[in-house]
């Protein structure tokens, strides 16, 4: 397990699904404290121009298991650098969905942090976990709610 930011630098990743072109960038944790204020400022900037002509969705993505102080600075952080309008095609992604142990991702909003119930709210409750350990038909039905979603909002 890492607690530090996964994506250490701006990635961009182009492919076909479904005979439509999909292109995906990853950008590094705003909040890395393993990085100074300028580099991930300098990496932010390098994954805004390769999202041109876009951004036509951001995805927010976090773990069920908490919602903290940095994921609700990282939000005011996208609508700071995307406008205020970012939540409008904002989708939070929930990973690891197989540790709410059977919870639906509803109830566990509902019942679970003031906070999170705020942030899901304020996106239009554009919101869809995946299962990380899904293979074959379940991650492709994964794959298909997040594009149906992506398209309802473009």
Same mark, same amino acid.
């Given at each position: 397990?890492?607690?530090?930011?996964?994506?250490?630098?701006?990635?961009?990743?182009?492919?076909?699904?479904?005979?439509?072109?999909?292109?995906?960038?990853?950008?590094?944790?705003?909040?890395?404290?393993?990085?100074?204020?300028?580099?991930?400022?300098?990496?932010?900037?390098?994954?805004?121009?390769?999202?041109?002509?876009?951004?036509?969705?951001? %995805?927010?993505?976090?773990?069920? &298991?908490?919602?903290?102080?940095? =994921?609700?600075? #990282?939000?005011? $952080?996208?609508?700071? !650098?995307?406008?205020?309008?970012?939540?409008?095609?904002?989708?939070?992604?929930?990973?690891?969905?197989?540790?709410?142990?059977?919870?639906?991702?509803?109830?566990?909003?509902?019942?679970?942090?003031?906070?999170?119930?705020?942030?899901?709210?304020?996106?239009?409750?554009?919101? %869809?976990?995946?299962?990380?350990? &899904?293979?074959?038909?379940?991650? =492709?039905?994964? #794959?298909?709610? $997040?594009?149906?979603? !992506?398209?309802?909002?473009?």
């Amino acid at each position: 397990m890492s607690f530090g930011s996964v994506t250490q630098t701006c990635q961009r990743e182009e492919a076909v699904l479904n005979s439509r072109k999909v292109m995906v960038v990853d950008m590094p944790g705003f909040l890395d404290t393993a990085r100074l204020k300028w580099e991930t400022s300098a990496e932010v900037s390098k994954c805004i121009k390769l999202c041109m002509p876009g951004p036509h969705v951001i %995805l927010q993505m976090f773990r069920p &298991a908490r919602f903290t102080q940095e =994921e609700k600075d #990282v939000a005011r $952080l996208i609508k700071e !650098i995307f406008s205020l309008k970012a939540k409008d095609y904002m989708i939070i992604l929930f990973t690891r969905m197989e540790d709410l142990e059977g919870k639906t991702l509803e109830k566990f909003i509902t019942e679970g942090n003031a906070g999170l119930k705020e942030q899901v709210d304020q996106c239009g409750n554009h919101f %869809l976990a995946f299962n990380n350990k &899904a293979e074959g038909a379940e991650h =492709e039905a994964q #794959v298909g709610q $997040l594009m149906a979603m !992506i398209d309802a909002l473009v």
